[in-house]
């Protein structure tokens, strides 16, 4: 029998024995209780009634060892001896799934139709659970009162959401209850955001009672930002990791449910300001909240999602192609860390009474191995990637969002730019977007634009800095990034009225981009300082214009076809998806990082470039490398580089694009400037023999400042060797395999670039020294010579 008693009852609990003041087991059995007192003729008081159930204790199965936790297209069974083998009965009778308990005696059946009259029982028949249901995730919303009667206290502590499961939560105020309401913002990942807070190193202790964070800083930057600033924070685990119940899964239903639970709960807190809470974190806690926010919780205020991913396809398979660098090896460590005890820290929270933490552990085993599903799906299957793809998902967010990424970030990638058109529902949008790496969303100049945006929209406040937390800044960021800087000044400090502000703010063109990320006047080279910046109205900019330039036989690049036939030819090279851009042992986010991006060898690449450029060309957007190609195999791997050829003798790097040219056919989404293609299985095509095929490879969103003396070059090689931690598991092809693109007139390659012809570099920012710009590593320039195609 399963005794409940050391769960806690909820706070709050009113004395009409409703079954949502008592843990799950206790519920089941309340309506037995309320018959018995019914059925007698004596009164029982409330508390003798609670007495006996606490003593009695309940058992979630009529005949059963094991219990199991009705879910939401799921049904969690715990408590089985290990090794015993279960079957899932249907609502008809019919056994329609079997499984096995784990070592600790657990296993989770997902993908269940929701209904009525569910059975789980052991394959020899001895034991049956009671009837079950499995929750619709449309009917499984509780009511208001269920966020309500959860009461949550500064500290380390719980939230349960809809099916019961129980995640470990951390919460950070910035003064004592009693002083609130603070404006809240969450923090929600896989990783260790409700981690019980330490103090910051080499803070005095002096500065804790006007920053508090400083002594209790929650295990998220985002927390610790937050405090600094005056917001409280909660950070929580998802399902399947740290303290928190259930199994991990990347991204399922059940986790953006959870998410939902959360916010609603936590909005529910007396000290939570407005009954509205913001949601806020860097990559992976970015990301969720675009998930989360896509369910539309009533008291969500707004979002701030920073280095963050469109969909997987873009990250975990670039072009088709399989990214087993940066890509796998995280959702490995992720993988690793869902397991029981696996994150180190829930073994001090076990070890110090916290039982909740030892049972929420008994699922962790049951974690989906989502690498297998990355293997088994190397196509884009609609029905597993579609509730992955952020870019049909975000059109139903219904909140302010600022957002903010890197073009070059080296682990999730440029392929957050296809989201920035896609916010159709959001009453604001805000983006900003820069050369750079992962974290550099929270550089000062990202940075004081967040707290403008989460002070308006969250906290309902003037935006304001204190001078004590601009003293204080430029410490935590020398540790960040190498350099004391500096927050920019305040921009609505002297408004009088938030309504004001909020009416100035939303005026501003919504996209941001920042040029030459490393090259700030007055900065060190390669801190994350931009030269200059443009604002536009849309994305991609209204002001675009494409400019496109044809390869010519002799390596140049034309503004017109080429008047002749030829094609150049490379050589497969299958050890380049092994290859860097980073030296062995360097950090990408060093201020001017060890690079080791390297020169082509011979017959390994092809390379054009354009003429001496007049004037300066600025380029924001997607570019689209259309080439004609032929390979002595049935398919080739590709990769386009685009860099500039600088006057000072150096080359520097701006964007790639990959292609399996196999998967080159174009989705009907697809433009001039961007070949967005479909991916899908039965639109996979060899290519022909002896023929040439139309490849458009995408190169990714950029934005960069082509100077005038420069000239613009295009490289055509075998994958690898251009991203700092991302690589690429080719395909197999036999030694020697030779891949020719066309340029000639009956087959002209060509490149369309975005070009703003109506934005100019301001006239006293110089052309930044090589190297500075971050992400984007400098090389000096060697003259190539493209190796010409057997006609």
Known sequence: MYLCAARPLAKRCPVDMRTDCFPPCYGRQMGRLRQFLTNRSCKYTIWTAIAVLLAIGCSDEPNASFQVRESVEQLHITHAEPGTELEIIDPSGAVIKTGTADQQGSLVVRQLPPGDGYVVRTADGTETSRSLEVMSIANSTPPQSFYRNQVLEPGFGYIETRDGTRLSIYIQLPGPVEDGPYPTLINYSGYQPSRPGAPIDNIPSSLCRELPVLCDAPNHPSGIIGGIMGFASVGV??????????????????????????????????????????????????????????????????????????????VMVPGGILNDGFALNWVENVLDDAGPYAQGWEQDMVDAGDQTCAENQLLHGQKLDVIQKIYDNPFYDPE????????????????????????????????????????????????????????????????????????????????????????????????????????????????????????????????????????????????????????????????????????????????????????????????????????????????????????????????????????????????????????????ADIEVTLSEVRPDGHEMYVQSGWLRASLRALDEQATELRPVKTYLEKDAQALPSGEWALARVEMSAFGHAFRAGSRIRVSIDTPGGSRAEWQFALKEFAPQTEISVAHSATHPSSIALPLLPTVAVPATVAIAPCPSLRAQPCREYQSYTNTSAAQ
């Not at 809470?277 to 701030?304: D, E, H, K």
């Not at 967010?397 to 890197?406: C, E, K, N, R, S």
Request: with cysteine; glycine share 8%; net charge negative.
């Open 237 to 314: 685990n998802m399902r399947g990791t740290g303290c928190s119940g259930g199994a991990y899964d990347f991204f399922e239903p059940l986790q953006l449910l959870d998410g939902y639970d959360v916010i609603e709960t936590v909005a529910a807190q007396s000290w939570v300001k407005g009954s509205k809470v913001g949601m806020a974190g860097l990559s992976y806690p970015g990301i969720s909240q675009l998930f989360v926010a896509s369910t539309r919780p009533p008291n969500l205020a707004a979002i701030t999602p920073l280095s963050v991913i469109a969909d997987v396809q873009s």
């Open 384 to 635: 597993v990637a579609d509730p992955l793809n952020l870019n049909l998902l975000v059109a139903d967010i219904d909140v302010p969002v600022f957002m903010a990424g890197a073009w070059q970030d080296e682990q999730t990638g440029p392929g957050f730019a296809s989201l920035l058109d896609k916010f159709q529902s959001s009453p604001l949008f805000r983006a900003t977007v820069y050369n750079g790496v992962h974290p550099d969303g929270y550089a000062p100049q990202v940075l004081v634009e967040l707290n403008n945006f989460l002070s308006l929209y969250v906290a309902d406040e003037i935006p304001v800095i204190s001078e004590l937390v601009r003293s204080l800044v430029p410490i935590l960021f020398q540790q960040q990034f190498g350099d004391a800087l500096a927050l920019p000044p305040d921009r609505f400090a002297e408004y009088i009225g938030v309504a004001r502000a909020k009416a100035d703010y939303e005026a501003e063109k919504p996209i941001r981009v920042i040029f030459e990320n490393g090259a700030g006047t007055g900065q060190k080279p390669g801190v994350p300082a931009g030269a200059w910046e443009a604002n536009f109205s849309a994305w991609p900019p209204v002001e675009t214009a494409v400019r496109r330039w044809y390869f010519q036989p002799d390596g140049t690049m034309g503004e017109e076809p080429p008047v002749s036939d030829g094609a150049s030819v490379f050589s497969h090279d299958p050890d380049e998806g092994r290859r860097s851009i980073l030296a062995p042992g360097g950090d990408v986010w060093a201020t001017l990082p060890q690079w080791n991006w390297a020169q082509p060898d011979p017959g390994r690449a092809i390379v054009f470039e354009s003429e001496t450029l007049a004037t300066d060309l600025v380029m924001v957007g997607f570019a689209s490398v259309d080439l004609w190609i032929q390979s002595t195999a049935d398919d």
